[in-house]
Each structure stands twice: as C-alpha cells, then as structure tokens.
C-alpha cells in the first residue's frame, strides 16, 4: 500500500492521461414488468459521483453498489469506477434508460423494452405447490407436492425444503 501510494505522488498523471468516457449495459434488453434489470455504468478516469437521479421517471432504483479500481502499471495510471443498480420498471412498454452523469461525462440512453407479465403456459417457469389434506389430524401423515414447470433451461437452479413451522420434514 505505502508503495503504491508513493508511486501515486511521484508519477506524473498529466503525462499518461486516460480518456473519460462513461459506458453503460442493461442485463437484458426486454424484462416482465414483473421483473427487475441491473443496469451497470463504468467511468473510466472520472473521479466524481454517479448522478442516476434521471433514472427516476421510468425505474426504482432497489439496489446499488460500486467499486474502484485504480491500476498503474508502467508509470500509466488507469482507474475506473463501476456501479450497479438494480432497476424495476415502473410501467410496460418502450422504456428510455435516461442518461446517466458521472462528473462532466454522461451517458448514452438506453431503451428496455417491459411487457405484461406471461399468464398460464406462456411463462418460462411456474410452481404449483398442494398437500392431500388440507386440515390434518395431530400427528397425520400430509404429502407435500411441487411440481416445477419450465420451458427454459437453467444452469444452476435449487429447490430447499418449505420452513413449515411444528412440521417435522
């Protein structure tokens, strides 16, 4: 750290400039209004705050995280910052991801596309859960069923056991 910090005063910064720019991605181009999308903002070489107020209008705003990176490598010092945001639209259709601002720097728009959540069989992946009695005796056996109905292959997917309160699973 002590090292980095010294190189940090004696390098030169004005010597090796990097470009300021601002890039922006959605992690999907068309989302169920059920659905949420994070949309990622890097700033190369900006030193300032992200300004997402804009994004007001269309979206909540749920979550948000950055994280820095500064590299020097060869007396060339890059940095760049990078935030994600958890966006929830606020109505279907054609929606702008308003530009953003970083500093000085602003981003493209963006367009996402929110429709109507799906219904019955048009879904990707529905539960139905049942039991065989409804109102069973103390100590009665219930059978738990659920069936998992999907049209989409998943890489990684995993059922737990209900946390069903006085039930021994």
Avoid at 20 to 28: D, N, T, W
């Amino acid at each position: 750290f002590l090292i980095a910090l010294m190189l940090l005063v004696f390098v030169p910064m004005h010597a090796h400039a990097q470009a300021q720019r601002i890039e922006v991605q959605l992690s999907a181009n068309r989302v169920s209004i059920e659905e949420s999308v994070i949309l990622s903002v890097r700033a190369y070489a900006l030193d300032a705050e992200l300004d997402a107020a804009s994004l007001s209008e269309n979206f909540d705003v749920t979550k948000r995280s950055s994280s820095r990176q500064i590299t020097i490598e060869n007396g060339k010092r890059t940095s760049v910052v990078e935030w994600i945001l958890e966006l929830i639209p606020k109505r279907t259709g054609a929606l702008e991801v308003s530009p953003v601002t970083v500093g000085t720097e602003a981003s493209r728009p963006l367009t996402l596309l929110v429709e109507q959540p799906a219904q019955g069989s048009e879904r990707d992946l529905f539960v139905e859960a049942s039991v065989d009695v409804s109102d069973p005796y103390v100590q009665a056996q219930v059978i738990y069923t659920l069936r998992v109905f999907q049209d989409v292959r998943f890489l990684d997917a995993s059922l737990s056991m209900p946390d069903i309160e006085g039930a021994i699973m």
